[in-house]
């Protein structure tokens, strides 16, 4: 009864932490100098916190819920292709950080897999664009075309004059500095949310 009990609470956290993650997608700001079709958004924020805090089974889990909720706001603009390639560098970020703090709860492993996260997030980005998302746009819009894109990045940053100076001088940044303001906030503020959190799941044990 106790362990059904866990459970339910467990799911309830996993559930509002992927509802604020896909709340936060809402958000977006655009950052200066990076390709116009990425935006900004702390939507990593609840599932790092969350994977911290529930292990990383529950950091999946809010990954998920996260797109559904997006899912169910605004639907999809680019058939699930976006969906998934979201899905794909999320977990590639909160994945190896969670499994590395899992293994060794100190500020020292917290720090040293967030560090990691962010450069497995950084290369699935780079081949998720590459191989997904920029093509997928070339292929939607009617006379649109790779290059299309690439002179669209280009007239933000001069330096990307192909889809792999896109990929280096635009998602590479782009994913570094979205993931490390993450792993900052996340460094500052876990201990103090986690207890509450924890609080909240062994309540009633």
């Given at each position: 009864?106790?362990?059904k009990?866990?459970?339910?609470k467990?799911?309830?956290?996993?559930?509002?932490?992927g509802?604020?993650?896909?709340?936060?997608?809402?958000?977006?700001?655009?950052?200066?100098?990076?390709?116009?079709?990425m935006?900004?958004?702390?939507?990593?924020l609840?599932?790092?916190?969350?994977?911290?805090?529930l292990?990383?089974?529950?950091?999946v889990?809010?990954?998920?819920?996260?797109?559904i909720?997006?899912?169910?706001?605004?639907g999809?603009?680019?058939?699930?292709?976006?969906?998934?390639?979201n899905?794909?560098?999320?977990?590639?970020?909160?994945?190896?950080?969670?499994?590395?703090?899992?293994?060794?709860?100190?500020?020292?492993?917290?720090?040293?897999?967030?560090?990691?996260?962010?450069?497995?997030?950084?290369?699935?980005?780079?081949?998720?664009?590459?191989?997904?998302?920029?093509?997928?746009?070339?292929?939607m819009?009617?006379?649109?075309?790779?290059?299309?894109?690439?002179?669209?990045?280009?007239?933000?940053?001069?330096?990307?004059?192909?889809?792999?100076?896109?990929?280096l001088?635009?998602?590479?940044?782009?994913?570094?500095?979205?993931?490390?303001?993450?792993?900052?906030?996340?460094?500052?503020?876990?201990?103090k949310?986690?207890?509450?959190?924890?609080?909240?799941?062994?309540?009633?044990?």
């Open positions: 009864m106790k362990t009990k866990l459970n339910v467990k799911i309830a956290l996993i559930g509002m932490l509802a604020l993650g896909g709340l936060l997608m809402l958000i977006k700001t655009p950052l200066p100098f990076m390709p116009p079709f935006d900004f958004d702390l939507a990593a609840p599932e790092i916190i969350g994977g911290f805090a292990g990383p089974v529950a950091a889990l809010i990954v998920i819920v996260k797109l909720v997006k899912l169910a706001i605004l999809t603009s680019t058939a699930f292709v976006g969906e998934l390639s899905f794909i560098v999320s977990v590639a970020y909160v994945l190896p950080a969670v499994l590395i703090y899992d293994h060794h709860k100190e500020k020292k492993s917290a720090l040293q897999g967030m560090i990691i996260g962010t450069i497995v997030c950084t290369l699935a980005a780079v081949i998720s664009n590459v191989y997904m998302i920029i093509p997928f746009y070339a292929n819009m009617a006379g649109w075309s790779v290059d299309t894109i690439v002179d669209m990045c280009h007239a933000v940053c001069p330096l990307v004059n192909d889809i792999w100076t896109l990929a001088f635009g998602v590479v940044p782009f994913n570094l500095i979205k993931c490390g303001v993450t792993s900052v906030i996340t460094f500052i503020v876990y201990k949310i986690s207890v509450p959190l924890k609080k909240f799941v062994k309540a009633g044990m």
